[in-house]
C-alpha cells in the first residue's frame, strides 16, 4: 500500500526559509507525477508545484523564482524548498502523487493519493 508523509512544517518568518519533505512509500510503477499543493481555509486546494516523471517541473506563479521542487532517483523522497517566504505562504501543505499507465493523461484518469498535511506559517 502506497503512503505520503509530510514533514517540515513550521512556522517560519517573511523573508525566510523552510524546507517541506514528503516520502514515498509503496509501488512506484505507472508513476505520472508528483507535487505539492496548498490549501487555506475556505479556499479550494492549489497546485504550488509538481515535477512530471520525466523530471519537468511546473511552479505556481506566485511561487516561481522562490519554491524549488526537487525529487530524489529513487523516487522516495519529494522535497519542496522555500525561500523568500511571504505570509500568503501560509496553508497546509500536501504531498500528491498521480499514477498512470496510459498513453494521454487528462485530470481523473489515473489513480491518485494524498498526504495529511503539514501547515506552514509564516509570520512577519
Known amino acids: 500500500q502506497v503512503k505520503l508523509v509530510e514533514s517540515g512544517g513550521d512556522l517560519g518568518q517573511v523573508g525566510g526559509s523552510l524546507s517541506l519533505s514528503c516520502s514515498m512509500s509503496?509501488?512506484?510503477?505507472?508513476?505520472?507525477?508528483t507535487g505539492w499543493y496548498r490549501q487555506t481555509p475556505g479556499q479550494e486546494r492549489e497546485l504550488v508545484a509538481q515535477?512530471?516523471?520525466?523530471?519537468?517541473?511546473k511552479y505556481a506563479d506566485s511561487v516561481a523564482g522562490r519554491f524549488t521542487i526537487s525529487r530524489d532517483s529513487g523516487m522516495n523522497t519529494l522535497t519542496l524548498q522555500m525561500t523568500a517566504l511571504k505570509p500568503e505562504d501560509t496553508a497546509v501543505y500536501f504531498c500528491?502523487?498521480?499514477?498512470?499507465?496510459?498513453?494521454?493523461?487528462?485530470?481523473?484518469?489515473?489513480?491518485?493519493?494524498w498526504g495529511k498535511g503539514t501547515m506552514v506559517t509564516v509570520s512577519s
Open positions: 500528491n502523487v498521480i499514477w498512470f499507465c496510459g498513453v494521454v493523461y487528462s485530470p481523473g484518469s489515473g489513480a491518485e493519493i
Open positions: 515535477i512530471s516523471r520525466h523530471g519537468v517541473t
Open positions: 509503496g509501488g512506484k510503477n505507472c508513476l505520472y507525477s
